[in-house]
Structures are given as structure tokens and as C-alpha cells.
């Protein structure tokens, strides 16, 4: 897809010209079109200009550089601006939490001209010693981006994975004499970060499979051509490995090559006891003969187990539990009856309430919750208690409007640094969700910043803490949270937690969420919408859920409207 690459150019030239010191509003125009493309599930490069034009924060020039960048992989206002900023100053701005005074502050100091330079100028403490308003927290910050970085250079955010391989896979049943194609490896599993892209085909002419996809417009480079497989570097840096197979061996492949190498091993351990060899071949019996292999379930019907789902395969009690027949009914996208974590165009989305609305009615659901954030967060604009009062009044007349259809009235608070919340309790108690995050004070002790989400979680009104551990993967690590001590006071008071289910976050995760489940913790599936096409993202937090064992019971907002109300007020009974 071209909308990573078009949210780096933008992104990129937003550092520049801040580092410039440029026009303020023209900095901001392109840091929140870099939001908004790098959020959107939609292909920018199938879009007209007119339709780009539509999407939010995207006027005329933006569009016109957006069709450039399509047609040509970069645009000239870009290539200009960065040919004026010293090749250093860029790769300072690549380190998370860096911003471009600090930058700037160092590289007058250091013409830095490598990541390795800048670490050991960190560890020595001769940026501290050298630049003014540096301090020993500065260089600790500097070399906890670095690591990030060194980390997401092995392996990227599912959110950036996935929609790539979509594209390969959309462009080779477009093109290629394929027959059956498969995303497999961590993909299919879901997992948080991906390693490397694996892709499974079968065809009859697995020549010009390969000629194909190694001509991919996404294919910068390629490492290895054969007749069955291939290997290539795309364009964001990313490998895919095509594998075609044999139709008859094609679910054993699928099997083997989806992994995880852990529940590979206990199912050829299975095999072997029962005197089969289990590979990707297919299944062979002790002389030899094969038995099955072209589909999946194949595999797991000699060893007598139903078919595992996949996000479960990482040899975490599934192969147990099926021969128990004790697999738990995972929770599907279409369970979801219900978004409680929306912004409108109030604060920081890009769309009204009814507009939200109108398109979660689209999707079938019932239910949406508007949570715009409190006046604390300037910077998203959050509403005083006079604007939250207004948009409850706005919210009511709309609902009286609607059929069959229930816009909650919510927000998403601030958890302050004294452990206050940033909206008075006779605003909270009006409101049917209130979310409670934190969004400052990310480098305080563990001790603070679990105290202030516990408290929080000890307001009667509070129903849910969202994204709990404030991480943006491959961008800034979880704060430090002592999730044992929150999951322990959510248990008490009967919080939801939420697993935010935007692609950057993805909090909780799929361990956590599964401790969650087996402490009776109310959960929620949220997609901390910002524009219509952010609503797509549910499919992400079913998938964490998955991973997390978690059956449409465990997930308040697979319940019909009054079940799940009942169930996030109940703590206002607890508490009282």
C-alpha cells in the first residue's frame, strides 16, 4: 500500500519544516494528514483526486502531492525541502521522543551522521555535558528510542504487516494463474509484530507465479528466484517469502508454515507416537505411503484434535484443551454489536456524531459510544464541562431522532498526575460511558502511574480504562504499569479494561487480556475511531481477543444494549 509511504513523506516534511521554523499551521496540515493516511484502511493509490479530497485534513495541494507520491513514489516539495536539511537532522528525528529543538540543539553540537554515533555520545553523557537543557533523563530517553528502532528494523507493527501482504495477495489473484492463496506464518496468527511476510499459493503454472510477483510494484528488491519459491524486499523494508505447493500437499504447508514453531513441534511429537510423519509435504504413515495433507484439517484429524485456530497455535495449553474438547468458542468480528470508544469532529476526530452513527448502523451494529477527550488534552481540543454539556444536549436529540439505534453519551477523561480525574463527578454521573486514560506523565514510576489508573478505576463512574498501558508499538514502549495490581483493583471494583483495537496499539495484548478473562474482568473491544474508516479496525481487537482465549461472553460489547449497560453500571452499586 502507498499509505505508509505517503504518511512518512508527510510526517518527514512536517520535522523538516518545524526544524525550519516554518508556519506553524503548515506543519500541523501535514502532521495530521500523516495521521489521518497512515490510518486509513483504504488504498490511497486507487483513490481520484476528488476522493482524496474528501478524506479529512486533505485539501487541494495535499491531494495533489498525495497523487504524486503514487505515481512517482516521492513528490518534489519533499525531495526540495530535504535536499535544504542536513541528512543527520533527518535521521535525529527517526529516534521516537526526539523532537526538532532537541535535535537541532544536538547536531549544532555533533554533525551526527549515524545512529551508532548518537548512542555512544548518549552513553558517555557527552550530549549532557555538551547541550544545553540536556539532562540525564534526555540521554536515557535518546537511547531508549534508539532501541525501539534497532527493534522495529527486525520487525513491524501488525498494522503496517497486514495491509501490505492484503495488497500482494490482491495483486497476484489479480494477475497470477493462482489457485488457492494463503497468508500464513505470524500474519495469520495475528501476532502484535511481524518478522517476515509469508505467502502460500497452489497453481498449475508456478513459473509464472513467481515471474509475477517478483515484478510486484511493491518489490524493491529481489534476493532469491526459483521455481517454487521466492523471496523478495518490498518497499517498506519488509521480506515476503512465496512458497506454491502441490494441491495435495497445500494444508500441510499451510499448517506448517502458519506455525508456531513451538505448536509445530508438539503436533509432529503427536505424529510420531501414533506412527505418522507430519511435514509440509503432507501426512505419511510408518511405510512411508502418503495419507492427507491437502487440507489442513487433515493434519489435525489423524492425531484426533478439531482444527486449532490459528491465532491459538502458540503451544499455550490449545493442543490440551482440544483433546479435552475444551477450546473455547472464539469471539468472531460479527459478535460485535457496538463501538464504546468514538471521537467526533468536538475534539480530535473528523466526523459528527451522526455521520458516526449513520455508518455503525451500516455495519449492523446498535450501538456506538461518543468519548470525546476531557479539556485536558489540549491538544486533541477537549471539552470543558460547558462543551461536554452541550454535546450530552446534542446527543439526547439525536437519539430521539434514531430508531433501533443508541448514541451513548460518553468521554474519555484524563487521569491527571494527582490521580484527579479531569471532569467533576457530577459531569461523570450524567454520562452512560466514561473512558479513563492516561495521556501525560509517561516516564513516572511505576508506583505513580498505577496509582493514578487505580484510583481512577475507584471512581464509581469510570466503566472502563482504555488502552491501559499506553504503548504505540514500534513507536514508544508501555509506560510503566503494574498490570497484576491494576488487573487486581479492576477485578474488585468491576472495570472494564479495554483492548484498543488501533493498529498502533493493540492494548492490551493477548497475554494480558487472557489474565483478565480468568480474573472475571468485564473487557471491551474498542476502535478509538477518529474518521469512518477507523471503524474497520475492530477487526484487529477480535483478533487480540481471539489470541486471548477470549469466547463473545468475555466481551461487554457482544451484549444487546441494557445487558451491557448493566454490566459497566454495576460498580456504581459496589461503590457506592
Known amino acids: 500500500m502507498k499509505n505508509s509511504e505517503a504518511a512518512r513523506i508527510f510526517s518527514e516534511m512536517a520535522n523538516i519544516l518545524d526544524l525550519a521554523g516554518e508556519n506553524p499551521f503548515r506543519i500541523r496540515a501535514y502532521r495530521r494528514a500523516a495521521m489521518v493516511i497512515e490510518g486509513l484502511p483504504r488504498d490511497i493509490a486507487g483513490m481520484s483526486k476528488d476522493e482524496l479530497k474528501k478524506i479529512p485534513g486533505i485539501g487541494e495541494d495535499l491531494a495533489s502531492k498525495l497523487l504524486e507520491i503514487v505515481e512517482t513514489g516521492t513528490c518534489k516539495a519533499y525531495e526540495a525541502a530535504r535536499r535544504k536539511s542536513p541528512a543527520g537532522l533527518s535521521l535525529l528525528l527517526s529516534i521516537p521522543g526526539l523532537g526538532p529543538k532537541t535535535a537541532r540543539a544536538i547536531y549544532e553540537k555533533f554533525p551526527i551522521g549515524s545512529i551508532d554515533e548518537l548512542e555512544r555520545l548518549a552513553a558517555g553523557h557527552r550530549l549532557k555535558a555538551a547541550v544545553p537543557k540536556i539532562k540525564d533523563k534526555t540521554e536515557q530517553n535518546i537511547l531508549r528510542g534508539i532501541e525501539l528502532v534497532r527493534k522495529g528494523a527486525g520487525r513491524r ?169 475444551k477450546l473455547p468458542k472464539l469471539i468472531e468480528l460479527d459478535d460485535i454489536r457496538g463501538d464504546l470508544h468514538v471521537h467526533t469532529k468536538l475534539s480530535d476526530g473528523h466526523n459528527t456524531a451522526l455521520e458516526l452513527a449513520e455508518a455503525a448502523i451500516a455495519r449492523g451494529w446498535a450501538y456506538i459510544a461518543v468519548t470525546d477527550h476531557s479539556k ?168 487480540i481477543a481471539r489470541r486471548a482465549w477470549l469466547e463473545p461472553k468475555d466481551v461487554v460489547n457482544t451484549f444487546e444494549l441494557n445487558k451491557m449497560l448493566e454490566v459497566l453500571h454495576k460498580k456504581r452499586l459496589i461503590l457506592k
Open 157 to 325: 507493527p501488525l498494522g503496517k504487516a497486514l495491509p501490505v501482504a492484503q495488497d500482494i495477495i490482491s495483486h497476484l489473484r489479480e494477475k497470477a494463474p493462482v489457485k488457492q492463496l494463503q497468508i500464513a506464518g505470524s500474519l495469520r496468527r495475528w501476532k502484535e509484530t511481524i518478522g517476515d511476510i509469508d505467502i502460500l499459493a497452489t497453481s498449475d503454472d508456478p513459473e509464472r507465479v513467481m515471474d509475477i510477483f517478483i515484478h510486484l510494484p511493491q518489490v524493491k528488491q529481489v534476493l532469491a528466484r526459483g521455481d517454487t519459491k521466492s523471496t523478495v524486499i518490498l518497499a517498506e523494508g519488509m521480506q515476503a517469502d512465496l512458497r506454491v505447493v502441490e494441491e495435495g500437499s497445500f494444508g500441510a504447508a499451510l499448517c506448517y508454515f502458519t506455525g508456531s514453531k513451538e505448536h509445530n513441534i508438539r503436533l509432529r511429537e503427536m505424529g510420531v507416537k501414533r506412527g505418522f510423519k507430519i511435514n509440509e509435504y503432507g501426512i505419511f504413515d510408518k511405510k512411508g505411503k502418503k495419507i492427507g495433507g491437502g487440507k489442513e484439517e487433515d493434519v489435525y484429524r489423524v492425531l484426533g484434535l478439531p482444527l486449532i485456530p490459528p491465532e491459538l497455535r502458540e503451544d499455550s495449553g490449545e493442543i490440551a484443551a482440544a483433546l479435552s474438547d
Open 376 to 543: 485536558g488534552l489540549g491538544i486533541a481540543r477537549g471539552l470543558s464541562v460547558e462543551r461536554m454539556l452541550e454535546e450530552i444536549a446534542e446527543i439526547d436529540a439525536l437519539n430521539r431522532k434514531l430508531k433501533g439505534f443508541r448514541i451513548l453519551k460518553g468521554v474519555e477523561v484524563d487521569i491527571r498526575s494527582d490521580n484527579t480525574l479531569d471532569l467533576p463527578d457530577e459531569v461523570l454521573s450524567k454520562l452512560d460511558i466514561v473512558n479513563a486514560s492516561v495521556h501525560s506523565g509517561f516516564r513516572q514510576t511505576s508506583e505513580k502511574i498505577t496509582g493514578r489508573i487505580t484510583a481512577a478505576m475507584r471512581n464509581p463512574f469510570v466503566t472502563t480504562i482504555s488502552h491501559p498501558t499506553g504503548r504505540l508499538l514500534g513507536e514508544r514502549d508501555a509506560y510503566q504499569v503494574d498490570m497484576e495490581e491494576v488487573l487486581r483493583v479492576a477485578a474488585d471494583t468491576g472495570t472494564a479494561i479495554e483492548i484498543n483495537a488501533f493498529p498502533a496499539r493493540l492494548d492490551l495484548n493477548d497475554i494480558t487480556a487472557r489474565k483478565a478473562r480468568d480474573m472475571g474482568i468485564p473487557l471491551v473491544i474498542s476502535t478509538d475511531t477518529h474518521i469512518l474508516e477507523h471503524f474497520d479496525y475492530m477487526s484487529y481487537g477480535v483478533a
